[in-house]
Nanobody, 127 residues
Framework: VQLQASGGGLVQAGGSLRLSCTAS????????MGWFRQAPGKTRELVAG????????YYADSVKGRFTISRDNAKNTVYLQMNSLKPVDTAIYYC?????????????????????WGQGTQVTVSS
């Protein structure tokens, strides 16, 4: 499975961006998906996650009410809609996928449980 993330860029505070992550090589409809971010000098953190069919979603407290994760299994794509962006949201954003037959799953917030990672896309929010 290869993950291709896109949609990052430079935006002013209060603006919006939509990130996309398209998987190729395998149908990922039964994979757990996550969006993580890593700012300079900080550890990688889960921003939003979605389990299997999409019935369960998880968000970092800092983005609740502003970010929304969704998926389109027909397109093998997961999205992260980011609204009301703040300068503290500036980071490299990574999408990740967990194969139910892959790594040991520790829950959506633990990066080591994910089997595949995209290359990252830079999001910069100016004040």
């Amino acid at each position: 499975v290869q993950l291709q993330a896109s949609g990052g860029g430079l935006v002013q505070a209060g603006g919006s961006l939509r990130l996309s992550c398209t998987a190729s090589g395998r149908t990922f409809s039964n994979y757990a998906m996550g969006w993580f971010r890593q700012a300079p000098g900080k550890t990688r953190e889960l921003v939003a996650g979605m389990i299997w069919s999409g019935s369960s979603t998880y968000y970092a407290d800092s983005v609740k009410g502003r970010f929304t994760i969704s998926r389109d299994n027909a397109k093998n794509t997961v999205y992260l809609q980011m609204n009301s962006l703040k300068p503290v949201d500036t980071a490299i954003y990574y999408c990740a996928a967990h194969d139910p037959h892959g790594n040991t799953w520790y829950g959506p917030r633990v990066p080591t449980g994910y089997d595949y990672w995209g290359q990252g896309t830079q999001v910069t929010v100016s004040s």
